[in-house]
C-alpha cells in the first residue's frame, strides 16, 4: 500500500539570517487532499511553501535545515536534483506571473525544457492543459497573442494550465486568489477542487473561508510554530488548541445570527443597492442583513458601496451556479 | 512662497532646461546641415578621394565611411559577445552579490569614464609591442574595449529590472539557471538590451581619439582585417583642418553622413524592439 502522506516534514526550521522563520516544524500531507496553511501574516506560511520547492534557494541569507521527504527522496538534501524536485511541484503564486511570450509559449514552456519537441505532441499538451485550467474556450483562437493582454484573473488560470503542463504531482498555491476579484477567485477554487482527484494541493492562505470551502486537511502556523494540525472538519469546529479558536473566531462568526434576509435576486444594479440600502435602514446598528443577488455586477459594488457607507461586509460567498451570498453589519 | 507659485516656477525650471538640450542639440544638427549639405554630392558617397581631395578637387570619402561601418560594426558584435554573458553573470543567480562583483561593477565605472585617448594610446602600445601596426582589427579591439564598460553597465541595469517573480516562475516548472536566463531573462529585457547595444555603437562610431593611432588612416578601402582603415570622426577632423573651404564644407557634410547612419540604426533598432516588445511583462 502506499504510504498515506505524500510530503512528510521533520523539524523544519528556516532562517532569514539570524531571524528564525520557522521553529521546529514537523507535520505531514495527505497525498490527493487539499491541505491548507492558515495563519496571520507574517507566521511563515510561505516559507514553508518555499521550503518545500525550494524555492526558498532563491531568498538571499536563507537557510533551511531538517528534512523534507517527498516519495522517499529528501528535498533539503543538496544532492538532489532540484530541478526534477521542481517539476515535480506545480506553483500557483500570490500574483499571476505570466512569462514573456505568448499564451501558448508560456503553457509549453515547461513540456520544452523537459525535451518535449514534436510539434503535434506539443500542440496536444497546450490545449489538454488549457482545458484542465479551465481557459481553453476563452483563448482558443488567440494562442498566439502575448500571454499579457489576458485579464488577472485568465493569467491566473493560466499560469495553473503552465504549472499543470509539466506533469506535477503536487500543486503548491501561495494566495493563490489575493489578486484577483471575486468572480475569477470562484473560478480558481473550482478548478483546485477538481484538481484534487488526480493531485495533492497545499494552499497557503490567510482567508479562512476560502480553507473552510477548501480544505481536506489545515495546518495552523503561527509566529513559525506548528499550533495545530488535523482534518478540516476537527480543526475549524471543534480546535483543540485556543489560538486556533482565536483565530478561526477572529476572522469569522461562526455562530453569526442573521437578523433580517432579503433576496434580490432578478434585480439589477442599481436597484440591488438602492433595495440593500433600504433594508439596512430598517434594521437596528449592530444588527446583520443577509442579501441574496444574481446580478454579478452586485457581488462587487454592493459590498463595496456598502463599506463606503461605514456598514461592515462580513462574507461574500456563492452558494449555487447563480446567486450569491452578502452578510453586511449595519455600521453607523 | 505658497504652493502655487513653487509649482510655477519648477514647470518653469524644467521648461527652460528642456529649451536648453532641445536647443542646442537643434544648433548642432542645422549648423551641420547647413554647412553641409551643399557639400554632399553623390561622388561623396561613391568615391574614395582621389589626388588633391584635401585641396578641394574631385573624390569622396567612401573610405572613411566603410571603414567606419566596417569599426563600429565589428566592434559592436565583438562586444556584445562578451558584454551579454558579462551582465548576466553579474545577476544574484550568479555571482551579482559577491564582493568581487562589487569590484567589477566599480571598475567598469571606472572605465566608463576614462578618455578614449587613453585607450587608443593604451591600444597602441600594445600593438607596437606586439609588433603590428595601425588596421582595421587593432581598431575594433579598440573600440571593444572603449563600449564594453557602457555596454554591460547598461545591460545590467535592465537585467536587474526583470521581477522575480518571472524567474521564480521559470524555476518552479523545473529550469535550470541557464534556461531560466536565456528563456525568460533575456526575453523581458530585450528592448533594454538592445538600447545598449545601440547607445555603445553610438560611442563607438563617433569616436576619433581611440581609432587615431591604432586603426590609422587611409585613402583606400580596407582589404583585409591588417590594412589601416579610415573612419569618419578622423575625416572630419583632417578636413576641417585644411585651409580650404570647400574642404571644410565637406568635412560638414561627412558629419552628416555620420548622424544619418547614427538615425538609421536607430529608427531600424525602435522598430524592431518595438515588436519584441509586445510580450514584455510590465
Request: hydrophobic share 45%.
Amino acid at each position: 500500500m502506499k504510504n498515506l502522506n505524500h510530503i512528510s516534514i521533520e523539524k523544519v526550521n528556516a532562517f532569514y539570517g539570524d531571524h528564525r522563520v520557522l521553529k521546529d516544524v514537523t507535520v505531514a500531507f495527505p497525498r490527493k487532499q487539499i491541505t491548507a496553511i492558515i495563519g496571520p501574516s507574517g507566521c511563515g506560511k510561505s516559507t514553508l511553501l518555499k521550503c518545500l520547492n525550494r524555492l526558498i534557494d532563491l531568498t538571499e541569507g536563507a537557510r533551511v535545515t531538517g528534512k523534507i521527504i517527498v516519495d522517499e527522496i529528501d528535498v533539503l538534501n543538496s544532492s538532489v536534483d532540484i530541478t526534477d524536485v521542481r517539476r515535480r511541484m506545480g506553483l500557483l503564486p500570490q500574483k499571476p506571473n505570466p512569462l514573456p511570450m505568448s499564451i501558448y509559449d508560456n503553457v509549453a514552456y515547461g513540456p520544452r525544457l523537459h525535451g518535449i519537441k514534436d510539434k503535434k505532441k506539443l500542440d496536444e499538451t497546450v490545449e489538454k492543459y488549457l482545458r484542465i485550467g479551465g481557459l481553453w474556450e476563452e483563448v482558443k483562437d488567440r494562442l498566439k497573442s502575448p500571454a499579457n493582454t489576458l485579464s488577472i484573473g485568465q493569467q491566473q488560470r493560466l499560469c495553473l494550465a503552465r504549472g499543470l503542463a509539466v506533469e506535477p504531482e503536487i500543486i503548491l498555491c501561495d494566495e493563490p486568489t489575493s489578486a484577483l476579484d471575486p468572480v475569477s477567485s470562484q473560478h480558481i477554487e473550482q478548478q483546485l477542487l477538481k484538481l484534487k482527484k488526480d493531485y495533492t494541493i497545499v494552499i497557503v492562505t490567510h482567508n479562512i473561508h476560502q480553507a473552510m470551502r477548501l480544505a481536506d486537511y489545515v495546518i495552523h502556523l503561527y509566529l513559525g510554530e506548528l499550533v495545530e494540525h488535523g482534518a478540516a472538519n476537527d480543526v475549524f469546529e471543534n480546535p483543540k488548541e485556543e489560538r486556533t479558536r482565536a483565530y478561526i473566531n477572529g476572522t469569522f462568526m461562526t455562530d453569526l445570527k442573521i437578523d433580517s434576509e432579503v433576496n434580490l435576486k432578478g434585480n439589477v444594479c442599481p436597484f440591488n443597492f438602492v433595495y440593500a440600502k433600504q433594508a439596512l435602514h430598517n434594521i437596528e446598528k449592530g444588527k446583520v442583513l443577509k442579501l441574496i443577488v444574481d446580478d454579478p455586477l452586485a457581488v462587487t459594488e454592493v459590498p463595496r458601496g456598502m463599506e463606503a457607507d461605514g456598514h461592515g461586509v462580513l462574507s461574500v460567498k456563492q452558494i449555487n451556479k447563480t446567486d450569491w451570498e452578502i452578510v453586511i453589519r449595519k455600521g453607523g | 512662497m505658497d504652493k502655487l507659485h513653487e509649482e510655477k516656477l519648477f514647470k518653469l525650471l524644467m521648461l527652460a532646461s528642456l529649451a536648453i538640450v532641445i536647443g542646442s542639440l537643434f544648433l548642432v544638427i542645422a549648423v551641420i546641415i547647413w554647412n553641409g549639405a551643399p557639400a554632399l554630392t553623390f561622388s561623396m558617397i561613391t568615391q574614395t578621394p582621389k589626388g588633391g581631395y584635401y585641396l578641394g578637387k574631385e573624390g569622396g570619402i567612401l573610405n572613411a565611411i566603410v571603414g567606419s561601418l566596417y569599426l563600429a560594426f565589428g566592434s559592436m558584435i565583438l562586444a556584445l559577445a562578451i558584454s551579454l554573458p558579462a551582465a548576466l553573470s553579474l545577476q544574484k543567480d550568479y555571482i551579482g552579490k559577491t564582493k568581487a562583483a562589487y569590484y567589477i561593477r566599480l571598475s567598469l565605472d571606472v572605465l566608463w569614464g576614462t578618455p578614449s585617448i587613453v585607450y587608443g594610446a593604451f591600444g597602441f602600445i600594445v600593438m607596437l609591442y606586439l609588433g603590428m601596426r595601425a588596421s582595421l582589427l587593432g581598431g575594433i579591439i579598440v573600440l571593444t574595449l572603449l563600449q564594453l564598460p557602457i555596454m554591460i553597465r547598461a545591460m545590467e541595469e535592465v537585467i536587474k529590472m526583470v521581477p522575480v517573480e518571472l524567474k521564480e516562475a521559470s524555476y518552479s516548472l523545473g529550469a535550470t539557471k541557464l534556461e531560466t536566463t536565456f528563456g525568460v531573462v533575456v526575453k523581458q529585457a530585450l528592448p533594454g538590451i538592445v538600447t545598449a547595444v545601440l547607445l555603445a555603437f553610438g560611442r563607438g562610431i563617433g569616436d576619433a581619439a581611440s581609432v587615431l593611432f591604432t586603426a590609422g588612416y587611409t585613402d583606400s578601402l580596407p582589404r583585409s582585417l591588417f590594412d589601416p582603415v579610415a573612419s569618419l570622426p578622423l575625416a572630419v577632423f583632417f578636413q576641417l583642418g585644411t585651409p580650404f573651404p570647400e574642404v571644410q564644407a565637406r568635412a560638414y557634410a561627412s558629419a552628416l553622413i555620420l548622424l544619418i547612419i547614427v538615425l538609421a540604426l536607430s529608427l531600424t533598432s525602435r522598430y524592431l524592439s518595438k515588436r519584441f516588445l509586445k510580450n514584455i511583462i510590465r
